[in-house]
């Protein structure tokens, strides 16, 4: 259902453009829930709030609103006034004659063994029209219990600068593992939870972490957030895992078996601080939480980000040489699978998202994932332009270029913006070429890229260095390898 703003209800607004929305939550343990109660000044006749119907990062609809429960709502002197379900994702409070407004209601708490955490999407409700108004947090907690969360402040009272800032945080509480450190002069922490907590080599996890920011934040020149918080859920066993990137944190499941292969999986999730998070489409953020937003630049996103996590980690020593070409041999494999690349571009794998599973979307691409495509078509134009320029310009100085147009909260980049950048970075030849690799489907020139620095693939999808490699073929790899060709 759509709203539509009159005048008088964009002067309403404006005239509490200021104020600031507060929010208390209060853990519940012995139900598993959260008792949340947002205040909220008005000075309009209805005031309405809705739970969001997806969460940034994860494209696809999932009804967060059927989740919560108990609403009630009041205003002046604390009496109770009218409130209406619209739909399954938002309600009407009558807040004529009031200055304030009072919402409680209940969602959903993960909460095992003393520990509980929960994702800001799905247990805050927000004011429509208002999530750019300032909000305050405070985390109700017994004295002895712990509270991780990327916001500022200290518990028990926390800011926001805006909703989506307030629901891009989740919050792990009560008596999990925690370390700290200190990358770049910023505050970093470790918090543990699961079943496989106490086996996870956390010497290993810590260094993996710290490594981590240490690469990124160096690479990119500095780190854009207050403080940052891994928020982990160990299982026993294994040792792959699955992430979800957040504005100053990020969740990760990962398995007892983490080893130093996994850090991949952290880089990743980590890079998002830039890419997705900072350096994004202009409709990812504001955002518009009731329909899943519609970008070509998914591939870019999300894909590419593997590509330069994947990248960093050799270039800086994490990974051997070999780890990499294994990994690239990866993506490739698995993009070759699909007989959707013939037919599904990467654009349109990152655009039409919102039109698989029945119109829910996804968070792996139309037809084909636009992480093995980005990858690939990353890798693709790093190696073109480092042959075209002769090492003087590669897609590090996209990325920067990106950031420089999106850091310090300005808006996002245009559908285009990505290929201008590769046109500045390599030459007119790019624009052709970007239009090739990413607006059309069909195989990409992997074997033509790897030759720059003379390496090929095998008949069995391997990677490997051709017979004689020519010197300039050695000396773009060298670069191609070396972190000193990053930030100029």
């Known amino acids: 259902m759509k709203y539509i703003l009159t005048l008088a209800a964009l002067f309403v607004a404006a005239s509490i453009a200021h104020a600031e929305i507060r929010y208390r939550v209060q853990p519940q343990p012995e139900t598993n829930q959260l008792a949340i109660t947002v205040t909220i000044p008005t000075n309009a006749p209805e005031t309405l709030v809705q739970a969001p119907r997806w969460m940034p990062g994860f494209y696809m609809l999932l009804n967060y609103g059927a989740r919560l429960k108990d609403f009630s709502a009041t205003g002046v002197g604390d009496k109770p006034v009218e409130l209406t379900a619209v739909d399954d994702h938002t ?13 409680r209601y209940r969602a959903p708490l993960e909460f095992q ?13 927000y004011v429509v029209g208002r999530t750019q108004e300032r909000c305050k947090l405070t985390i109700e907690t017994p004295q002895d219990m712990k509270v991780a969360v990327g916001l500022d402040g200290s518990g028990p009272e926390y800011s926001a600068d ?11 509480l009560g008596s999990y593992y925690e370390e700290t450190y200190t990358v770049a002069g910023k505050p970093h922490v ?22 981590v920011a240490k690469i990124e934040t160096e690479f990119m020149g500095g780190a854009p957030y207050g403080k940052y918080v891994w928020h982990f859920s160990v299982r026993s066993g294994g040792a792959g895992g699955s992430g979800l990137e957040h504005l100053s944190s990020t969740e990760i499941s990962l398995g007892s078996g983490f080893s130093r ?21 202009q409709v990812l953020g504001p955002f518009d939480y009731t329909q899943l937003p519609k970008t070509g630049a998914l591939w870019w996103l999300e894909g590419t980000t593997d590509y330069f996590s994947t990248l960093l980690l050799g270039r800086f020593g994490w990974t051997s040489e070999q780890d990499l070409y294994a990994d690239i041999a990866t993506n ?41 495509n980005g990858f690939v078509v ?25 950031w420089k147009k999106c850091r310090n909260n300005q808006s996002g980049f245009a ?37 720059h620095v003379g390496l090929e693939l095998t008949e069995r999808g391997g990677i490997r260095s051709v017979g004689t490699p020519t010197p300039e073929q050695l000396r773009l790899r060298q670069l191609w390898l070396s972190k000193k060709r990053g930030r100029k």
Request: aromatic share 8%.
């Open 91 to 103: 309600w009407k409070i009558n807040s004529a004659g009031a200055k304030q407004v009072t919402l």
């Open 113 to 125: 063994d003393g520990i509980g955490h929960y994702s800001g999407i799905a247990a805050y409700v």
């Open 162 to 172: 805006s909703y989506d800032t307030l629901a891009d945080n989740p919050v792990t």
């Open 190 to 211: 470790i918090a543990l939870r699961g079943t496989g907590a106490g086996q996870i080599d956390k010497k290993l996890l810590r260094e993996a972490c710290e490594t």
């Open 261 to 281: 292969r996994t850090a991949g999986l952290l880089a990743h999730e980590f890079f998002h601080l830039w890419n997705v998070k900072r350096i994004r489409s």
């Open 332 to 372: 490739v494999r698995n993009l070759r699978r699909s007989e959707a690349r013939l037919t599904v571009s990467p654009y349109d794998s990152s655009y039409r998202v919102g039109e698989t599973n029945n119109g829910r979307g996804n968070s792996n691409g139309f037809g084909l994932s636009y992480y093995d």
């Open 378 to 402: 990353g890798l693709c134009l790093d190696l073109e332009i480092l042959a075209q320029t002769g090492g003087k310009r590669s897609l590090d100085d996209v990325e920067f270029a990106l």
């Open 415 to 451: 559908e285009d913006e990505i290929r201008k950048q590769l046109i500045h970075a390599g030459g007119e030849s790019f624009g052709p070429l970007y239009d090739k690799l990413v607006l059309a489907a069909g195989e990409l020139p992997v074997q033509q890229a790897l030759a």
